[in-house]
C-alpha cells in the first residue's frame, strides 16, 4: 500500500469529518494530490486538489466553501476537512496520486491510489 486513507465515518448533517490520507513506501511530495469519492451506482468524481507546492488548491462547485484541502510534505500527508456535511457527501473517498505535480480533474491522470474511506452523512 503506497497511499492509506482514513478518517471515514458515520456522521449526522451538518457535521465534520476529516479525512487523511498518508504515504507509505515513497514519497508524492512532488506530486499533485486529489480526493475523489464515489457514490454507490455512480461514476468517480473529482472533489479537491492540491499541487506539490499548495500554491493552488482546486474544489468540484457543490464542496466549495465547506471542504478544505491541506498537506503536509513533512509527514507526506494530505488532509480533507470536511465540514457542514450533508447526505449527498455520502461516498467512499480515495486519494489519489498525480503524474506530476499538477491536479488534473479526470481519474484516469492519476497513478497512485489509495483504498477508500467511506463517509455516511445521515439526514
Known amino acids: 500500500v503506497q497511499l492509506q486513507a482514513s478518517g471515514g465515518g458515520l456522521v449526522q448533517a451538518g457535521g465534520s469529518l476529516r479525512l487523511s490520507c498518508a504515504a507509505s513506501r515513497r514519497t508524492f511530495r512532488n506530486n499533485g494530490m486529489a480526493w475523489f469519492r464515489q457514490a454507490p451506482g455512480k461514476e468517480r468524481e473529482f472533489v479537491s486538489g492540491?499541487?506539490?507546492?499548495?500554491?493552488?488548491?482546486y474544489y468540484r462547485d457543490s464542496v466549495k466553501g465547506r471542504f478544505t484541502i491541506s498537506r503536509d510534505n513533512a509527514k507526506d500527508t494530505v488532509y480533507l476537512q470536511m465540514n457542514s456535511l450533508n447526505p449527498e457527501d455520502t461516498a467512499v473517498y480515495y486519494c489519489?496520486?498525480?503524474?506530476?505535480?499538477?491536479?488534473?480533474?479526470?481519474?484516469?491522470?492519476?497513478?497512485?491510489w489509495g483504498q477508500g474511506t467511506l463517509v455516511t452523512v445521515s439526514s
Open positions: 489519489a496520486a498525480a503524474r506530476n505535480g499538477m491536479v488534473p480533474s479526470d481519474p484516469n491522470d492519476y497513478r497512485y
Open positions: 492540491i499541487t506539490w507546492s499548495s500554491s493552488n488548491t
